[in-house]
Each structure stands twice: as C-alpha cells, then as structure tokens.
C-alpha cells in the first residue's frame, strides 16, 4: 500500500506539472518558438546525461545508439516528439491552449486506434462508440472553427505516434529523452548559432528567461522521471483516469488566466470528447477486471 501511495503521488505530481507547463512557456513567449524549442533540446539533453553520468547509467544510451534495431525506431521518436513539443509551444504562445487541451484529450483514443490498427488488439463495441462520438467532436470544432483544427490534431497524433515507437523501442524514459535530444541537438544548436531568429530573440533575452530557458531541461525531464515512476507502481486503468488531469488544467488555464474564449461550439465539441473518453475508460475498467478474474 505504501508503494502504491508513493506511485500515486508520483503520477498525480507528474500530471499537475504537465497541467501548469503553459504558465512556463508563456513567461517566455516575447521569444521565437522554434528559439524556445532549441533550448528545450539542448538544455534537456544536456540535464538527463547529466543524471545518467551522476547514476552511472549513461551506458545505456550508448548501447541504445549502438543497437540498430532501436535506432530505427528512436529517430522518428525523435522527430515525433520535436513537432510535439515545438507546436505546443507555439499554440500556448499564441493563444490556442484550448486546441491544445482537445488535443490531449484525445490523445488516448488515438492511442486505442494505433492499437487497433498496428497491433491487432481486441475491442469492444463501446470502445469504437467513443471512437465515433471523439470523431464528431472533432468535425464540429472543425465547421465552428471554419479550418480544420491543426493544432488539436497535430498534438494528439504526434504524441500517440511517439508513444508507439517508444513502445517498439523498448527504451525506458530518461534514457529515450537523453537518446532523442542528444539526436537532436546539432539541428538545435545550428539554428541557434545561425537562425535570424535566434538573434532577434538573443537581443531580448533578460536575466529572468535566460534562467528559465536554463531550466527548460529540468522542466521538460521531471514529470518524465515521476511518471515512470508511478506508473511502475499503479494499474494501468488508474493512470488512465489521472491522465485527464492535465488537458483539464490546461482548459481552465486557457480560460481564466489566458481569457481564450470558451464558444458554445468548443463546449460540445469538449462535451462529444469527454463523454467518449468516460466510455473509453468504462471499457477500459471493464477488460482490465476481466483480465483479472481469468488470471
């Protein structure tokens, strides 16, 4: 039980940090995204070699960079996770937290269609009922919109997309991070010594975002150290249900601290989203227990 507190407290921080991410970013938003998105790399590579040098752990990342197999999976990890992290950034800087909060909503049923597409995994009727109604969700925030919501779509599909090849993979967290930023890293440190943008954004640096721009690694590898943590310590359908945690946050951010307007049109399209995602979950409750009682 004590183990599972620890678990539970462990994701539960990990969820609530992820939920306030764009408060941190927003600090930064007098400077170019991709300037941002470069220091993130940088600074995150920079802090989980770090960790793994100090733990002793840092052969892992040399056998995964040796090992062919992973690679092939762990570049386009790489790539997912670059266009994750760099709209994301982008949409809480320029007002579309809310198109971002959809997007994590739906992360999980994107994540129940690659399984069924790529892994052949078994569902149920329900499971493709939350499928259906996330769908209409998405088409009314598209006709209320007037454009097709990019940003929601990108995020979701990006991050599930990650998932799957980290799954492939079989890199555990902070050994994937420093892997993948540490891939990444040249590409990041060639904009930012030859991009006319990273020199406008240079010229405004204060001492204030130069330290959190420092901090962009611990920021972005923390709630990873804490999520697997506990998700090692929890059942799969509790860390299913915190999951929603942090788009949650996210929406009340856009709305009360941002005053990104909540239109009648968002709110169903929000409502179709969550009433799929509470039968997803039902579903999801249902098979794990199943599973249980014939082991």
Same mark, same amino acid.
């Given at each position: 039980?004590?183990?599972?507190? /620890?678990?539970?407290?462990?994701? @539960? ?28 790399? /940088? ?21 995964? *960079? +040796? ?15 670059? /266009? ?20 994590? %909503?739906?992360?999980?049923? $994107? ?6 597409? @790529? ?13 259906? #109604? ?22 979701? #599909?990006?991050?599930?997309? %990650?998932?799957? #090849?980290?799954?492939? =993979? ?11 930023? @540490? ?6 440190? =060639? ?19 130069? !330290?959190?721009? $420092?901090?962009?690694? $611990? ?5 990873? /150290? ?6 090692? +310590? ?9 999951? %929603? ?10 709305? #009360?601290?941002?005053?990104?307007? @909540? ?7 929000? =409502?179709?989203?969550? !009433?799929? *995602? $509470?039968? %997803? ?15």
């Amino acid at each position: 039980m004590k183990d599972r507190n /620890i678990g539970l407290f462990s994701t @539960l921080t990990c969820y609530i940090l992820w939920g306030f991410l764009p408060l941190y970013w927003h600090a930064l938003e007098n400077l170019n995204s991709v300037f941002i998105l470069a220091n993130r790399i /940088i600074w995150s590579a920079v802090f989980t070699v770090g960790l793994l040098l100090i733990t002793k752990k840092f052969g892992d990342v040399k056998a995964v *960079l +040796r090992d062919k197999k992973k690679m092939c999976f762990m570049i386009p990890a790489a790539i997912s996770i670059t /266009i994750n992290w760099g709209v994301y950034i982008w949409a809480v800087n320029s007002g579309h937290l809310l198109d971002s909060s959809i997007g994590y %909503y739906m992360n999980p049923l $994107v994540v129940f269609a690659i399984g069924i597409v @790529l892994f052949h995994e078994t569902s149920s009727v329900m499971d493709w009922i939350s499928l259906g #109604l996330a769908t209409v969700g998405v088409l009314i925030a598209t006709i209320a919109y007037g454009a097709f919501p990019w940003v929601a779509i990108v995020l979701a #599909l990006s991050f599930g997309i %990650y998932g799957t #090849l980290k799954k492939l =993979a079989g890199v555990g967290g902070l050994t994937s991070i420093a892997v993948e930023t @540490l891939l990444l890293a040249p590409f990041a440190l =060639a904009f930012l010594a030859f991009a006319p943008a990273s020199h406008t954004s240079l010229l405004q640096l204060t001492p204030l975002t130069t !330290v959190l721009l $420092v901090f962009t690694g $611990v920021v972005t590898a923390t709630p990873l /150290i804490l999520f697997t943590f506990g998700v090692n +310590r929890l059942p799969l359908t509790t860390v299913g249900f915190l999951q %929603y945690l942090s788009p949650t946050i996210q929406l009340l951010i856009g709305v #009360l601290v941002f005053r990104e307007v @909540l239109t009648q049109d968002r709110i169903i399209a929000f =409502a179709f989203i969550a !009433v799929a *995602l $509470v039968l %997803y979950t039902i579903g999801m409750v249902q098979r794990t227990r199943k599973a249980h009682l014939q082991a």
